[in-house]
Protein backbone atom coordinates (compact mmCIF):
# COMPACT_ATOMS: atom_id res chain seq x y z
CA UNK A 1 0.00 0.00 0.00
CA UNK A 2 2.70 2.61 0.84
CA UNK A 3 4.57 2.14 -2.66
CA UNK A 4 1.25 2.63 -4.62
CA UNK A 5 0.60 6.08 -2.41
CA UNK A 6 3.79 7.27 -3.20
CA UNK A 7 3.38 6.42 -6.59
CA UNK A 8 0.45 8.69 -6.36
CA UNK A 9 2.13 11.31 -4.71
CA UNK A 10 4.80 11.60 -7.46
CA UNK A 11 1.95 11.51 -10.17
CA UNK A 12 0.22 14.33 -8.07
CA UNK A 13 3.35 16.58 -7.26
CA UNK A 14 5.08 16.09 -10.58
CA UNK A 15 2.60 16.09 -13.47
CA UNK A 16 3.78 18.99 -15.63
CA UNK A 17 0.34 20.71 -16.13
CA UNK A 18 -1.54 21.09 -12.73
CA UNK A 19 -4.68 22.56 -15.27
CA UNK A 20 -5.08 19.30 -16.62
CA UNK A 21 -5.00 17.02 -13.53
CA UNK A 22 -8.71 15.68 -13.25
CA UNK A 23 -10.83 18.05 -10.58
CA UNK A 24 -7.90 21.00 -10.85
CA UNK A 25 -10.70 23.19 -12.10
CA UNK A 26 -13.41 22.84 -9.31
CA UNK A 27 -14.28 26.08 -8.04
CA UNK A 28 -13.57 25.20 -4.02
CA UNK A 29 -11.31 27.39 -2.35
CA UNK A 30 -8.11 25.95 -1.05
CA UNK A 31 -9.30 22.25 -2.79
CA UNK A 32 -5.15 22.15 -3.89
CA UNK A 33 -4.00 22.75 -0.28
CA UNK A 34 -6.30 20.24 0.95
CA UNK A 35 -5.06 17.50 -2.20
CA UNK A 36 -1.04 18.58 -0.26
CA UNK A 37 -2.49 17.67 3.05
CA UNK A 38 -3.85 14.39 1.84
CA UNK A 39 -1.10 13.23 -0.88
CA UNK A 40 1.76 13.81 2.55
CA UNK A 41 -0.43 12.35 5.27
CA UNK A 42 -1.71 8.98 3.23
CA UNK A 43 1.95 8.33 2.46
CA UNK A 44 3.60 9.14 5.78
CA UNK A 45 0.88 7.03 7.24
CA UNK A 46 1.49 4.09 5.90
CA UNK A 47 5.21 4.03 5.63
CA UNK A 48 5.19 4.09 9.16
CA UNK A 49 2.96 0.62 9.09
CA UNK A 50 6.47 -0.88 7.16
CA UNK A 51 9.20 1.37 8.41
CA UNK A 52 9.99 1.44 12.11
CA UNK A 53 12.02 4.62 12.33
CA UNK A 54 9.87 7.48 12.55
CA UNK A 55 12.43 10.24 11.89
CA UNK A 56 13.66 8.75 8.81
CA UNK A 57 10.06 8.74 7.58
CA UNK A 58 9.82 12.60 8.78
CA UNK A 59 12.85 13.60 7.25
CA UNK A 60 11.80 11.97 3.64
CA UNK A 61 8.85 13.18 3.59
CA UNK A 62 9.90 16.93 4.33
CA UNK A 63 12.34 16.68 1.90
CA UNK A 64 9.91 15.44 -0.53
CA UNK A 65 7.93 18.53 0.06
CA UNK A 66 10.78 21.15 0.27
CA UNK A 67 12.44 19.54 -3.29
CA UNK A 68 8.47 19.16 -4.92
CA UNK A 69 8.14 22.35 -4.78
CA UNK A 70 11.68 23.62 -6.18
CA UNK A 71 11.13 21.28 -8.91
CA UNK A 72 7.83 22.32 -9.59
CA UNK A 73 9.28 26.03 -10.14
CA UNK A 74 12.47 24.71 -11.89
CA UNK A 75 11.47 22.21 -14.43
CA UNK A 76 7.54 21.91 -15.10
CA UNK A 77 6.02 24.12 -16.85
CA UNK A 78 2.53 25.59 -16.00
CA UNK A 79 3.93 24.55 -12.56
CA UNK A 80 5.53 26.47 -9.29
CA UNK A 81 6.68 27.32 -6.29
CA UNK A 82 3.97 27.90 -3.83
CA UNK A 83 4.92 28.30 -0.02
CA UNK A 84 1.54 27.35 1.29
CA UNK A 85 1.87 24.11 -0.46
CA UNK A 86 4.78 23.59 1.34
CA UNK A 87 3.14 24.35 4.71
CA UNK A 88 0.26 21.56 3.48
CA UNK A 89 2.94 19.54 3.09
CA UNK A 90 4.24 19.91 6.39
CA UNK A 91 0.78 19.45 8.02
CA UNK A 92 0.00 16.59 6.00
CA UNK A 93 3.38 14.59 7.41
CA UNK A 94 2.04 16.05 10.84
CA UNK A 95 -0.97 14.24 10.64
CA UNK A 96 0.18 10.87 9.15
CA UNK A 97 2.07 10.73 12.13
CA UNK A 98 -1.18 11.23 13.91
CA UNK A 99 -3.18 8.73 12.46
CA UNK A 100 -0.02 6.24 12.58
CA UNK A 101 -0.35 7.01 16.72
CA UNK A 102 3.03 9.09 16.59
CA UNK A 103 2.63 11.80 19.35
CA UNK A 104 5.40 14.12 20.14
CA UNK A 105 7.33 13.32 23.51
CA UNK A 106 5.19 10.72 24.14
CA UNK A 107 6.71 6.58 25.03
CA UNK A 108 5.35 3.65 24.78
CA UNK A 109 3.16 1.54 22.86
CA UNK A 110 1.49 3.54 19.79
CA UNK A 111 -2.36 2.83 19.53
CA UNK A 112 -2.91 3.88 15.65
CA UNK A 113 -5.85 5.86 14.97
CA UNK A 114 -5.92 4.07 11.30
CA UNK A 115 -4.87 1.00 10.97
Known amino acids: ?3 ALLVG ?11 SVPGADLP ?3 LDKLVHVG ?7 ALLRVVRRPG ?6 LAQAAVSELVQEALLPGR ?3 A ?6 VVGVG ?3 VLAGHRPGRRGPRTPLLG
Open 80 to 82: GFE
Open 1 to 3: MAG
Open 56 to 61: VVVGAM
Open 9 to 19: QFVVLYFPDAS
Open 84 to 89: LDVVAD
Open 39 to 45: VFALPTW
Open 95 to 97: LGL
Open 28 to 30: VPF
